[in-house]
Nanobody, 122 residues
Framework: QVQLVDSGGGQVQAGASLSVSCAAS????????VGWFRQVSGKEREFVAG????????EYSDSVKGRFTISRDDTKNAVYLQMNSLKPEDTAVYYC???????????????WGQGTQVTVSS
């Protein structure tokens, strides 16, 4: 049974950087696509970034393109999201996810981390 554990959230000022991580146990991460989503209370979970089995295949939402970078280390069964030039509107709970293919729909991912809070103050 796979388990994903998110970590690394926190509170920062606008313009700062922060990195969140996701560690997986169970089936090798390398078999799957990985993604990051975020959710604000009362809103749907929003796609942020995804990476295929090859690091050459990545996708970002328009709202984070150029500021966020997704990466993975399959030797550690881990995926990371480096967030630069953070804005107050980036405030959310961030979740990592695992799935069979990159999709912007949360329904297409079958395993999720518990989420980590990122708060950006102005």
């Amino acid at each position: 049974q796979v388990q994903l554990v998110d970590s690394g959230g926190g509170q920062v000022q606008a313009g700062a950087s922060l990195s969140v991580s996701c560690a997986a146990s169970g089936a090798p991460f390398s078999w799957y696509v990985v993604g990051w989503f975020r959710q604000v209370s009362g809103k749907e979970r929003e796609f942020v970034a995804g990476m295929g089995r090859s690091e050459n295949f990545v996708e970002y939402s328009d709202s984070v393109k150029g500021r966020f970078t997704i990466s993975r280390d399959d030797t550690k069964n881990a995926v990371y999201l480096q967030m630069n030039s953070l804005k107050p509107e980036d405030t959310a709970v961030y979740y990592c996810a695992r799935g069979p293919y990159i999709s912007v729909s949360a329904r297409d991912y079958d395993s999720w981390g518990q989420g980590t809070q990122v708060t950006v103050s102005s």
